[in-house]
């Protein structure tokens, strides 16, 4: 069964930093794309980054080049989403996500981590 479980969430003032974590248990991870999406109770879900299995190709929402990055621990099965010059804007709940290279949707999520930015 595949699990994902994230963490890091919290509160931060404006401009601070926050570290998710997402550790999954999928096998063997390099067989996933990973993603981060978000969601407010205002707002549908949202895409905010993405990275390929090898580690090296990264996507992003426009609203968080620059401020956000990307990576993956291959060996740790653990992906995270390094978040800089926070925003207001930026609060809601993260969610983790996983699809295997073969499909193109994401079929696995986690929990949702939260992340609160004061002004």
């Known amino acids: 069964q595949v699990q994902l479980v994230e963490s890091g969430g919290g509160l931060v003032q404006a401009g601070g930093s926050l570290r998710l974590s997402c550790a999954a248990s999928v096998r063997p991870f390099s067989a996933y794309n990973m993603g981060w999406f978000r969601q407010t109770p205002e707002k549908e879900r949202e895409f905010v980054a993405a990275?390929?299995?090898?580690?090296?190709?990264?996507t992003y929402a426009d609203s968080v080049k620059g401020r956000f990055t990307i990576s993956r621990d291959n060996v740790k099965n653990t992906v995270y989403l390094q978040m800089n010059s926070l925003k207001p804007e930026d609060t809601a709940v993260y969610y983790c996500?996983?699809?295997?290279?073969?499909?193109?949707?994401?079929?696995?999520w986690g929990q949702g981590t939260q992340v609160t930015v004061s002004s």
């Open positions: 990275i390929r299995w090898n580690g090296i190709t990264t």
């Open positions: 996500a996983a699809h295997l290279l073969t499909e193109s949707e994401y079929k696995y």
